[in-house]
Nanobody
Framework: QDQFVESGGGLVQPGGSLRLSCAASGFTLRQYGVSWYRQHPETERELVAT????????NYADSGKGRFTISRSNTRNTVYLQMNNLKPEDTAVYYCNRITSPLPWGQGTQVTVSS
């Protein structure tokens, strides 16, 4: 079964860092561009960052520019999101998905930024 499993979330103080992981299984990740998304309570899911299949092209929503870095290891079938200088407004459930032929959404990983 093709799926992603997100991990790495947690509780962190403002200004702290987290590294999220998005592990793919059931398919060859190198064939797909991948995006990270997040969803605040009672809001729609929003795009955070995107990485092309080869890893050389990345794009970020304004909310994460200069603070977030998306990367990938096709040998490990995993996409990462390094988040630095976290703010309370980054609190959300974070998800990943393929850009083309998206899969059913996984459970995501909760990120809570609070003092």
């Amino acid at each position: 079964q093709d799926q992603f499993v997100e991990s790495g979330g947690g509780l962190v103080q403002p200004g702290g860092s987290l590294r999220l992981s998005c592990a793919a299984s059931g398919f060859t990740l190198r064939q797909y561009g991948v995006s990270w998304y997040r969803q605040h309570p009672e809001t729609e899911r929003e795009l955070v960052a995107t990485i092309a299949s080869g890893g050389l092209i990345t794009n970020y929503a304004d909310s994460g520019k200069g603070r977030f870095t998306i990367s990938r290891s096709n040998t490990r079938n995993t996409v990462y999101l390094q988040m630095n200088n976290l703010k309370p407004e980054d609190t959300a459930v974070y998800y990943c998905n393929r850009i083309t032929s998206p899969l059913p959404w996984g459970q995501g990983t909760q990120v809570t930024v609070s003092s």
